[in-house]
T-cell receptor, first 113, second 113 residues
Framework: EDKVVQSPLSLVVHEGDTVTLNCSYEVTNFRSLLWYKQEKKAPTFLFMLTSSGIEKKSGRLSSILDKKELFSILNITATQTGDSAIYLC?????????????FGKGTHLIIQP | ETGVTQSPTHLIKTRGQQVTLRCSSQ?????VSWYQQALGQGPQFIFQYYREEENGRGNFPPRFSGLQFPNYSSELNVNALELDDSALYLCASSPRLGADTQYFGPGTRLTVL
């Protein structure tokens, strides 16, 4: 059974701190790993990673994938209160059949002023 | 370009009842996936529809069923509701099967009493 594990499950930091969120996975036929941010309801897409060792960056957020060790990290630098959200990691598998994503439980990040 | 929309926003039902949730996919998207997100958990894949046919299913019983219409909008039907069906139900659309990512709607919060 495909599995995605995120850590920590919750994290409280102060504005300006840097945070690292972790995602490990065990899936058959890995195709891609995705990060989403969920503030109220709809998860919004952040990054998609398919190749090992190539960093994706968007402003203060960055992510990297290690396909040998089967994990990814999401870094947020100079955190702001608006970064408070649940960050979800999901894996998509290759091959025939549905494109359903397998999600981890998420990391609930709280940024205190 | 309109995003993914879902209706209703909230719904309260009692055990044993039936419910229908609706989703309009993003313009130009022909693939729709449904997810169930229980409190404190990541979304779990229910099933996917592509061009009006079910294209794969997660680990959910047959009382969870769906439809996709010619305009690619979709419905999720749940029969014989149980207390554990209380969750946020998310719909996600993508422009084609095997697309790189899925775009989520705001969800329907279902409470079963």
């Amino acid at each position: 059974e495909d599995k995605v594990v995120q850590s920590p499950l919750s994290l409280v930091v102060h504005e300006g701190d840097t945070v690292t969120l972790n995602c490990s996975y065990e899936v058959t036929n890995f195709r891609s790993l995705l990060w989403y941010k969920q503030e109220k309801k709809a998860p919004t897409f952040l990054f998609m990673l398919t190749s090992s060792g190539i960093e994706k960056k968007s402003g203060r957020l960055s992510s990297i994938l290690d396909k040998k060790e089967l994990f990814s990290i999401l870094n947020i630098t100079a955190t702001q209160t608006g970064d408070s959200a649940i960050y979800l990691c999901a894996v998509q598998v290759a091959g025939g059949g549905a494109d359903g994503l397998t999600f981890g439980k998420g990391t609930h990040l709280i940024i205190q002023p | 370009e309109t995003g993914v929309t879902q209706s209703p926003t909230h719904l309260i039902k009692t055990r044993g009842q039936q419910v229908t949730l609706r989703c309009s996919s993003q313009s130009g998207h022909n693939t729709v996936s449904w997810y169930q997100q229980a409190l404190g958990q990541g979304p779990q894949f229910i099933f996917q529809y592509y061009r009006e046919e079910e294209n794969g299913r997660g680990n959910f019983p047959p009382r969870f069923s769906g439809l996709q219409f010619p305009n690619y909008s979709s419905e999720l039907n749940v029969n014989a509701l149980e207390l554990d069906d209380s969750a946020l139900y998310l719909c996600a659309s993508s422009p084609r099967l095997g697309a790189d990512t899925q775009y989520f709607g705001p969800g329907t919060r279902l409470t079963v009493l």
